[in-house]
């Protein structure tokens, strides 16, 4: 493994080294004030430590010290899209910074510091049509909001089956990703079944090609949503990609600011869309009976044809939780009314509304669902629009190069002029 401050771009104490070192350090810095904040570290030990010993950073010196990284860049010598990834970065860790040293920041604005896009509610007509799909599609009586409760009873899955059978779905999906996509000799994944969290489930990265995929019982997984599950945690998303990046960009060519992954950054907001592509990279048309035929082998049935029909439509009902985090925290509704709003339009039970507020309010995760929401449609977006690239190439190089979301957003520019 290439150490942090020992990469390609030359000398240790080359201004491209001296920038990407201190971009390592920051977001170290910023991880001992935001428990969580460091989403994955594979770098230097010895800068970590260094970072660990020092005294509490202060946030406003955290802010000036991203302010003097982001004017360093230009007369880093730093190659595209290095030096791209790291301004957008760094952006965002200057508002981390700023908003721990109190800065007052409108939320939308914190979310396009954060993320590189801009965000907006989804009008509440666009939901009641996908109702009235849902309700079409669904056996049953009692509209939409029953029948759809219906089919998440049944397809319930008891917490003492989950790990067993994202495991066998993870087995199966390993084979081809690693046909399709590549998977460095020696990757391994393991999971763990936990309880109490605000996410649904959580990709450890540990470095080394190896991972550890916590998955929460209390979100009350069901059967169809397990491929999503397992292709946007492991293969071909989290992992894969974290794999990827640390063979071919950290090991290989010495990008060492790839050995850190941060919350709250653009990095996080292409990882998320990746995730939530994952499934679409991997299997496409035809998941859903492909899906059932694993679980079969598990004692598990599973309506596939049902499940990959279904799932679009209730995938359209999702940008509902960006639109109750713009509610919460820049219209400041109460949390009650975002609980209500979440029931009505994601047709979820009170209980699980009140999990997504939970998520939603956590100062950590407050934001972090426009990755999931705003990240899902670029890169789904960008993956869709090359001439003489498949979707699956262009998922290759999500996976295989430092892509952000500004990058994206040109090439969809420039692809939508090319086609005028």
């Excluded at 594979?42 to 003097?68: Q, Y």
């Excluded at 669904?138 to 409760?149: D, M, N, Q, T, Y």
Aim: aromatic share 6%; charged share 25%.
């Amino acid at each position: 493994m290439t150490s942090a401050g020992s990469g390609a771009s030359g000398p240790a104490s080359s201004p491209g080294n001296l920038v990407v070192d201190g971009y390592l350090a920051l977001g170290l810095r910023l991880g001992r004030l935001v428990d969580g904040f460091v989403d994955c570290w594979f770098g230097d030990p010895s800068l970590a430590a260094r970072v660990a010993s020092e005294p509490v950073p202060v946030p406003a010196e955290l802010a000036a010290d991203a302010v003097l990284l982001q004017r360093a860049l230009p007369d880093a010598g730093l190659p595209e899209p290095r030096r791209a990834f790291l301004e957008a970065q760094l952006r965002a860790l200057e508002c981390v910074a700023r908003r721990l040293d109190g800065r007052p920041l409108g939320f939308l604005a914190e979310v396009r510091a954060y993320f590189d896009v801009d965000i907006e509610p989804v009008p509440a007509d666009r939901y009641a049509e996908v109702h009235d799909r849902i309700d079409e599609l669904l056996p049953g009586s009692g509209g939409p909001r029953a029948k759809l409760a219906a089919f998440r009873e049944r397809d319930r899955l008891a917490p003492e089956s989950l790990g067993r059978a994202v495991r066998a779905l993870s087995d199966a999906l390993r084979g081809l990703t690693a046909e399709r996509f590549g998977l460095p000799s020696g990757e391994t994944v393991e999971y763990e079944v936990v309880r109490d969290r605000p996410w649904n489930a959580f990709n450890h990265y540990q470095g080394g090609y190896r991972s550890l995929v916590t998955i929460n019982a209390d979100a009350g997984h069901g059967m169809s949503a397990l491929p999503h599950l397992a292709t946007h945690e492991v293969y071909p998303g989290h992992h894969t990609e974290r794999c990827a990046k640390e063979a071919g960009l950290v090991r290989a060519q010495g990008q060492d600011e790839q050995a850190i992954a941060l919350v709250n950054t653009p990095q996080c907001l292409i990882a998320e869309g990746m995730g939530e592509a994952a499934l679409d990279a991997a299997l496409g048309e035809g998941w859903g009976p492909w899906t059932a035929e694993v679980l079969a082998a598990e004692g598990l049935h599973l309506d596939g044809e049902l499940a990959e029909r279904l799932l679009p439509l209730t995938a359209q009902l999702l940008s509902a939780r960006q639109d109750a985090a713009i509610m919460l925290h820049d219209r400041h509704v109460d949390p009650e009314a975002a609980v209500a709003y979440l029931e009505q339009w994601m047709l979820v039970d009170e209980t699980r509304a009140r999990h997504m507020v939970r998520f939603l309010t956590d100062p950590l995760w407050r934001a972090y669902t426009v990755t999931y929401i705003a990240g899902s449609a670029l890169v789904r977006a960008w993956m869709h629009a090359g001439r003489d690239e498949s979707a699956a190439d262009r998922y290759r190089r999500l996976l295989n190069e430092p892509l952000h979301p500004s990058a994206l957003t040109s090439d969809l520019a420039a692809a939508r002029r090319g086609a005028a």
